[in-house]
């Protein structure tokens, strides 16, 4: 059989191969270090053996199926350590995630930070005892038998809900057998030292408010400790940044149990929003689009043609009106349809770029619900572009320029991925694979570097996604690209070509912040509250040195907002070096100092988030200064820390 490597060589082999041989055949050392391997794009176990022709790569842990590997046998370690300590917990689930790995489980009693200590010193113990991994399967009914004689309820519930003739995999080391897909690694010491207990919290069992509440252990791990000590810094930095605190002492939003996942905004907090709406008007209106607003509202005939009612109705609220159902609309696109099909188009008319900053609601899981981060109510910057197939390339170059230059402006970094055709999805194959062409030769021509996401798509057409990373180096999807051929077709959509025949459009659905509320979040802990000027929600605050001085502070004030600028006045009766410390901690970027010297010469002591104390200034030349900064929309570097 010929085996085909990531650098194009080619391997023959006279007997089959598993993938950890084919690696030692390799080198050695790329053994020793493999952790998964990548068989025809499906990321498998090191022990799968390659039977014939087929493209091989061996993952470490700089690959991402490497890295999820060794945190997968890492909970399945975590998991032993501890039913060692705790031998009646139950356990449920133990993937890998993202930025490491949890596992749900059901103990007697209630577990403890001094809990966390004890399973991570077992850990470090069960990786020390190098214990072989072994894989291996058995039927259905002695599957269960087995998880039964165990006691483990939940996982013989799990394999009576596989599908009849699946595989059913376990995998043992030392006295601890998990029921299991895999991949694994090959020995508990191929962990190393990088890992670490992180919190616990509560889960439902399968998601579910109806099922019982688990214990979710969650924790993480790297291939060196360095990344591990990177990933610990950054996570305390987090802490520092979480935006539900941040929002909370600056008075931006709250949160109530009247309406768990549905945000309120505070009035600093609709300054900013409506800041970031305002910037998201001029950019589009520049780039060609019309804004519209369509209905909160519609009834389940509009979603039966849309095929959310099919697609998504587990995530949407439903009512009755006059004997109707209706939803409350989870995304804007099908009354963005209604609009562009409310009048006869021509070619001429095309492309039609239409935005809508619309409010939407889905019905997100009580227990996935995080601040501004994942909620039930968000008003989403949606666009729908109406084109012929010619203006594709195009309108997608020209929306992947837009959303850079949203992201620019904030400072962010990001990277791009483009989403495939889904298991669960609607069209033909031709219009997938035309589609998702036009999306790979955008990005192509755009020399826009992407990864592949396989079946990542939406329902109704392949997507670009846009991850951006903030400045502590999270990673955040907020903009898409998703090109869509069965909305117009499903809705008939049409317009008059050069040929004076009719012609079905194609649709773009696209976002650039994504959920407004969402993005909020995030720039509240990318700067940490500390917005630039033109964002942020007061951006002076004038300190009068006593109560003698208020008449002419709230004389700066009055010049100040007639100019425009966001300003307010301290006037508690408290001592100067306080009002600016609060100031300081309201993180707003500058404060005028006001006393006898400023009120007799007309001027004012600027003191700045950026650069600390910049001296005195004409009431006009500091204006002149902030109104040109706020103009430009800079984000201005803090120059020196305030003591």
Known sequence: MKITLKDGSVREYAQPMAVIDIARDLSEGLARAACAGEVNGEVVDLRTVVDQDAQVNILTVNDEGGLSTLRHTASHVMAQAIKRLYPNTKLAIGPSIADGFYYDVDPENPLTAEDMEKIEAEMKKIVKEALPIERFTLPREEAIAFMKEKDEPYKVELIEDLPEGEEISFYRQGEFTDLCAGPHLMNTKDIGKAYKLMNLAGAYWRGSEKNKMLTRVYATAFGKKADLDAYITMMEEAKKRDHRKIGRELGLFMMNEAGPGFPFFLPKGMVLKNTLLDYWREIHRKAGYVEISTPVILNRKLWETSGHWDHYKENMYT??????????????????????????????????????????????????????????????????????PEQIKDEIK???????????????????????????????????????????????????PYVVNEGDGAFYGPKIDFHLEDCIGRTWQCGTIQLDFQLPQRFELEYTGADGEKHRPIMIHRVAFGSIERFIGILIEHFAGAFPTWLAPVQVKVLPISDKYMDYAEKVKEQLFDAGIRVEVDTRSEKIGYKIREAQTQKIPYMLVVGQKEAEEGTVSVRSRFAGDEGSSSLEAFMEKIQKEIASRENRKVEKEEN
């Open 319 to 388: 009512t009755v009106i006059d004997d109707e159902d209706y939803a409350i609309k989870p995304m804007n696109c099908p009354g963005g349809v209604l609009v562009y099909a409310s009048e006869p188009r021509s070619y001429r008319d095309l492309p039609l770029r239409m935005g809508e900053l619309g409010l939407v609601h889905r019905h997100e899981k009580s227990g996935q619900l995080h601040g501004l981060m994942r909620v039930r109510c968000f008003t989403q910057d949606d666009a729908h572009i109406f084109m012929t």
């Open 398 to 448: 020209g929306v992947a320029n837009l959303i850079d230059q949203v992201y620019s402006l904030f400072g962010f970094k990001y990277h791009v991925e483009l989403s495939t055709r889904p298991e669960d999805s609607m069209g033909s194959d031709e219009d997938w694979e035309m589609a998702t062409d036009g999306l790979r030769d955008a990005l192509d021509e755009l020399g826009l």
